[in-house]
T-cell receptor
Framework: AQKVTQAQTEISVVEKEDVTLDCVYETRDTTYYLFWYKQPPSGELVFLIR????DEQNEISGRYSWNFQKSTSSFNFTITASQVVDSAVYFCALSDPTWGSGTYKYIFGTGTRLKVLA | GAVVSQHPSWVICKSGTSVKIECRSL??????MFWYRQFPKQSLMLMATSNEGSKATYEQGVEKDKFLINHASLTLSTLTVTSAHPEDSSFYIC?????????????FGPGTRLTVT
């Protein structure tokens, strides 16, 4: 069965610190997609990144970077030089063709609440 | 592009009444829409998948008679919470899949916060 685990429930850091949010996933499919979303207090999900299972290249976008390792089924997210505006709940999600149906459903992790203190 | 709207953004209703939430894809045609529920400080849980012109498929444990989903057109899906109770108070989020894009892409709406008093 598919599963996404975000073991860190809440993390607090001081501004300018680097912080890594962990994500571990389980799936039976060889083709799947991984996502990170940010959910600020307003509730609206903000898309951050999508990776497919065949592309293990790490990615950097400004202060954000992602480390995808199939060997450990992990897709970790690092924020460099964190800012107060980064405070939000971050969700990791897995999408795969559930049970061969072809319907890609999203399975979300439980989220990590990041608090960046000034 | 790829904008999904929800209406209303928040609603308060009395226990026992029904409330309808709309989900619209504004600039694309959505063959499939998904409805999620998120309780405070919890994750998003998929409630149901709806395909245009056919019955919705509900996830295990979701009461289909209580959460009525209609996907009548390629741009509109509605979720009706019937006989709402305080325990139905939650944040409801829809997402839509663009028929012209890969099936793993979903675009999320801004959510509707439902409070049942």
């Amino acid at each position: 069965a598919q599963k996404v685990t975000q073991a860190q429930t809440e993390i607090s850091v001081v501004e300018k610190e680097d912080v890594t949010l962990d994500c571990v996933y389980e799936t039976r499919d060889t083709t799947y997609y991984l996502f990170w979303y940010k959910q600020p207090p307003s509730g609206e999900l903000v898309f951050l990144i999508r990776r497919n299972s065949f592309d293990e290249q790490n990615e950097i976008s400004g202060r954000y970077s992602w480390n995808f390792q199939k060997s450990t089924s992990s897709f970790n997210f690092t924020i460099t030089a964190s800012q107060v505006v980064d405070s939000a709940v971050y969700f990791c999600a897995l999408s795969d063709p559930t049970w061969g149906s072809g319907t890609y459903k999203y399975i979300f992790g439980t989220g990590t609440r990041l608090k960046v203190l000034a | 592009g790829a904008v999904v709207s929800q209406h209303p953004s928040w609603v308060i209703c009395k226990s026992g009444t029904s409330v309808k939430i709309e989900c619209r894809s504004l600039d694309f045609q959505a063959t499939t829409m998904f409805w999620y529920r998120q309780f405070p400080k919890q994750s998003l849980m998929l409630m149901a998948t709806s395909n245009e012109g056919s019955k919705a498929t509900y996830e295990q444990g979701v009461e289909k008679d209580k959460f009525l989903i209609n996907h009548a057109s390629l741009t509109l899906s509605t979720l009706t919470v019937t006989s709402a109770h305080p325990e139905d108070s939650s944040f409801y989020i829809c997402s839509a899949r663009d028929r012209g894009l890969p099936s793993y892409e979903q675009y999320f709406g801004p959510g509707t916060r439902l409070t049942v008093t």
